[in-house]
């Protein structure tokens, strides 16, 4: 029970319920506050124990100033725990290590267990392999058993060993539509008191409940599995980003335009490590499902978590998907009485201000690589055609877009831009010039007969899938009008592009197939492959073996336009160079018009039946046309049926079976699941962490690093280590599955550490992949990373790794900190760091450091091939704080480099090897 130093602890009678909660307006300071400053603030009232959490950090949260340096450390004990497959089996294989290492020391080890409710949504796994047929959802679901079989068996042992564990199984939805349309709570009941649901997640995009009020956010597996066991999380009190939203957005302009706008705005304003805070009269205009799009975008500005307060549209959601009349009418009156129900007039304070008008957005793209580099939909053929010169030798033909053949995309075949004109109206061209553009077209032959030519730019992807958009009801809706007004008038996809639709649960297909929508999207390809991310992750599946081998065989810039949240370098799929996102519709377009080298602003996508053109303002839906069928088609009791017993599975799920008991029978021969090495010769005590003393540099490394170059979670090469390690295990490359599918066996995953495709090491020039040069030979050679790791542990030789700014963006993905730790990786020197890899490297016991302000290792000269000293560290040994630098010594250059562990907290995970070791030290003296 809470210390009540406030006298905070009240009554809430809500109808016949009664409930205890602590009253936020008992702290002088609390009505001043952003909204999600009250959350936590309310978090520490019910937490105090007057020793991990005082009344000096209530009052230090109370009296928060919005201007300062963040410098107040509290702990932050988040209501419960949601993971996705991906992320959520090394979890669970962790927890069954610690039940054995805590059995080995002589303890209990069903004390390890969830204290928190965890759940964990298998939605990473499908794979697109067939795609463009009625049977595609059902072919692609089987062969996701036949690959994971290994891994769901393990997670349903895990859903019977574990308390307060449950799994939705597969074929169900996207683990962060799930959580806002069934799993989130708003507001919490447990052991009678009421209180803010708070929740973080195994994958960065949980901050997509932000949109409902829900203040989370990503982290890493390792610090899930913390906050599993009850332990808090330790942080800094944040600043607060205020964004004042005005105005409405205007015909033509969706969610994920007004997302690509904010993702831009926040990136060049800067708010890594902050919170952003919706708020102001343009609020009550953006509908729940753009809300929720915008906060699961958060990752891609860099902050902590992006949140909407709680208002008359969160309530009429949790209507519409379900919730029950007494969990609308206790959010609503908790909300009230607590000051968290959004007042358009009130302007709390925030430590700083950013404005945007809704009425300014304009239709938008992102890419080739970031999605921070958003492009008006008019300038993305000019945009393009710049982009694709990086991607491309110099010896292409330099021709325009009008030279191209027929046969492959001629400028009067390609999409224009939603506009609001007529269809009889003259359309301004574009004054600029065309510039040229490299050419370099290639003939092919499907097996079915079917030729044409590819080109540079050719749009061989195009995919609705990722929760960030499929989640909303009105970019679903308006892809699919845009679909059946493309079939009404002949239009076709081009035969090219792999479609695909992948929504993130099952009320979307329910409302296409109310709303007589279906039909439609399936005659242009985009069939149901799937209830999961796919694409966005990597899980685009093969493209047709007669498309892959011209784009290898002839180094084609290819592309693929998504729906997603992410188009990082190598993520999509290992064939295509530049990626895309956009809304649904576009993705729609963009299938019709098979290029990104077209104008979206004035040319037809094709002809009608009678020779006509057709621009895509035609066809393009008006939010009147939108609204009606999303009013018309989607009901409470398609959320009711659909989530009626989510637990469940079907008679797959159900039929797998599975071992027994509190400890897990490993398997030796398993390639997806084995006991992992953590806690091997682990003692009840840590020994003292060491300066680091003749290391070498595996990986030098550049500006925005993402956790995907670090750790990939797509296709596994047979001729990359991890490949070779699994056909010498006896798998068939054609059963390879991924990364992301394999994180249960960490033999794969240290081989998959720094494996990207795309990755660039600086110290070995001209490869590109998860290469290095190995200092234990000779002349240096170059070899793989994982096999220069190994001779590294033979010599003894520590590890570090030099990088740019924004390192480990992306993806909150652990495996990205561990492989790095089981390489023999020691530190990271970087020049700024993205927060949640920052945090998952001191949770792995890796030390990050910061280069000095303005300097680099380009700036000091370091060319990677210096043997490193770095001392200082041991001054963490005697527990009194945190050294503010280390001297680092490496060939004649010297520098004192900024020690990144933010916390005390942080330290104590550091001295102690890792925040698992802390853990079960710390329940092991219990």
Same mark, same amino acid.
């Given at each position: ?30 009505? $001043? &506050? ?87 949504? %298998? ?23 036949? $690959? ?73 597996? %390792? ?21 004042? &939203? ?234 699919? &009008? ?38 439609? &999207? ?49 993520? %999509? ?84 079976? /599975? ?56 296709? /596994? ?32 995953? /240290? ?84 927060? /949640? ?32 000293? %770095? ?56």
């Amino acid at each position: 029970m809470s210390a009540n130093s406030f006298g905070s602890r009240d009554t809430l009678r809500v109808g016949d319920a009664s409930y205890e909660i602590y009253r936020l307006d008992r702290v002088e300071g609390a009505a $001043r &506050l952003p909204y999600s400053l009250k959350i936590l603030l309310e978090n520490l009232l019910r937490t105090e124990d007057g020793a991990n959490i005082t009344a000096d950090h209530i009052r230090a949260l109370g009296g928060w100033d919005p201007k300062a340096t963040p410098s107040v450390e509290i702990q932050f004990t988040p209501a419960r725990v949601i993971m996705q497959d991906f992320t959520g089996v090394p979890c669970v294989v962790d927890l069954a290590t610690m039940r054995e290492a805590v059995r080995d020391l002589g303890g209990d080890p069903s004390r390890i267990n969830p204290l928190a409710p965890a759940e964990l949504v %298998i939605d990473h796994s499908v794979i697109v392999d067939f795609f463009g047929g009625r049977d595609s959802f059902v072919r692609n679901v089987e062969r996701e058993y036949e $690959r994971n079989r290994e891994r769901y068996q393990f997670l349903r042992w895990g859903q019977t060993a574990f308390d307060e564990f449950k799994v939705v199984p597969p074929g169900t939805g996207i683990v962060h539509q799930v959580n806002i349309e069934h799993l989130a709570r708003v507001v919490m009941t447990r052991d009678g008191k009421a209180y803010p649901d708070t929740c973080v997640g195994t994958d960065s995009h949980t901050t997509m409940e932000n949109g409902l009020g829900v203040l989370g956010w990503g982290v890493g597996g %390792i610090e899930a599995e913390a906050a599993m066991l009850g332990q808090p999380i330790s942080m800094l009190i944040p600043r607060v980003v205020g964004f004042k &939203l005005t105005g409405e957005l205007p015909a033509g302009a969706t969610a994920t335009d007004l997302v690509l706008v904010i993702t831009e705005m926040l990136r060049k304003h800067g708010v890594v490590g902050k919170f952003v805070e919706f708020y102001g009269s343009g609020v009550s205009s953006v509908p729940l499902a753009n809300r929720a799009t915008i906060g699961n975008m958060s990752p891609e500005f860099g902050s902590t978590c992006a949140i909407f307060p709680i208002d008359e549209e969160t309530i009429a959601y949790l209507r519409l998907t379900g919730r029950t009349e007494e969990q609308l009418a206790l959010t609503e009156a908790y909300a009230k009485a607590q000051g968290l129900w959004h007042d358009p007039a009130a302007e709390p304070d925030y430590s700083e201000y950013i404005e945007l008008d809704l009425s300014t957005v304009v239709p938008s793209i992102a890419g080739p690589k970031r999605p921070q580099d958003r492009i008006e939909l008019a300038s993305a053929k000019e945009c393009w055609r710049t982009a694709v010169r990086d991607y491309v030798s110099g010896d292409e033909d330099l021709g325009m877009a009008d030279e191209a053949s027929a046969e492959s995309f001629p400028a009067s075949d390609s999409p224009a831009v939603p506009h609001s004109t007529s269809a009889d109206e003259p359309h301004e061209k574009s004054a600029a010039p065309a510039s040229g553009r490299p050419h370099k077209r290639v003939p092919v032959t499907l097996e079915d007969g079917t030729t044409f030519e590819l080109d540079h730019g050719a749009v061989v992807i195009a995919a609705i899938t990722s929760c960030t958009n499929t989640s909303n009801p009105y970019v679903m809706i308006g892809a699919a &009008l845009l679909a059946k007004k493309a079939v009404e008038r002949g239009l076709s996809r081009k035969p090219w592009v792999k479609t695909s639709l992948a929504p993130g649960s099952q009320v979307v297909t329910g409302y296409y197939d109310r709303a007589g929508l279906t039909p439609y &999207l399936e005659k242009l390809g985009f069939n149901l492959v799937g209830y999961g991310c796919t694409t966005c992750i990597g899980n685009s599946g093969p493209l047709p073996a007669e498309i892959s081998q011209a784009i290898n065989d002839n180094d084609l810039a290819v592309t693929a336009v998504l729906s997603g949240n992410r188009n990082f370098e190598g993520r %999509i799929n290992p064939d295509v160079k530049m990626n895309y996102l956009a809304s649904p519709p576009l993705v729609v377009a963009y299938a019709l018009a098979g290029s990104m080298d077209v104008d979206l602003n004035n040319e037809p996508l094709g002809t009608d039946a009678q020779g006509e053109p057709v621009y895509l303002r035609d066809i393009w839906p008006s939010p009147e046309e939108v609204s009606e069928v999303v009013n018309g088609s989607i009901g409470q009791e398609m959320f009711l049926r659909d989530y009626a017993d989510v637990f469940k599975g079907d008679e797959r799920w159900q039929s797998l079976p /599975i071992p027994t008991g509190d400890t897990f029978e490993w398997d030796p021969s398993s390639t997806y699941v084995r006991k992992a090495p953590y806690f091997d010769g682990m003692g009840t005590e840590p020994s003292p962490v060491t300066d680091i003393h003749g290391a070498r540099v595996l990986a030098k490394l550049g500006d925005s690093v993402t956790t995907d170059h670090i750790s990939p979670a797509g296709s /596994i090469k047979a001729d990359s280590p991890a490949g070779k390690y699994l056909r010498e295990n006896g798998v068939e490359v054609k059963d390879f599955n991924s990364y992301g599918s394999r994180r249960g066996n960490h033999e794969v995953m /240290i081989r998959g550490t720094f494996a990207n495709i795309r990755l660039r090491n600086q110290i070995a020039p001209g490869t590109e992949g998860g290469f290095t040069r190995d200092f234990t030979q000779d002349g240096a050679p170059v070899t793989t990373i994982y096999d220069a790791s190994v001779n590294y542990a033979a010599a003894g030789t520590p590890l570090v790794v030099l990088a740019g700014k924004e390192y480990g963006s992306g993806s909150s993905r652990d495996w990205a900190a561990k492989g790095t730790a089981l390489l023999g990786v020691r530190a990271v020197i970087a020049e700024s760091y993205e927060r /949640i890899h920052r945090s998952n490297l001191i949770g792995m016991g890796v030390l990050p450091l910061q280069f000095p302000e303005g300097q680099s290792a380009g700036s000091l000269g370091l060319t990677g091939e210096e043997t490193f000293d %770095i001392t200082g560290i041991e001054a963490l040994n005697d527990g009194t704080g945190i050294p503010s630098t280390v001297k680092v010594k490496a060939g004649d250059v010297e520098f004192d480099a900024v020690v990144r562990i933010d916390t005390p907290g942080e330290a104590d995970y550091y001295r102690h090897g890792g925040i698992m070791q802390y853990v079960l030290r710390s329940l092991l003296r219990k």
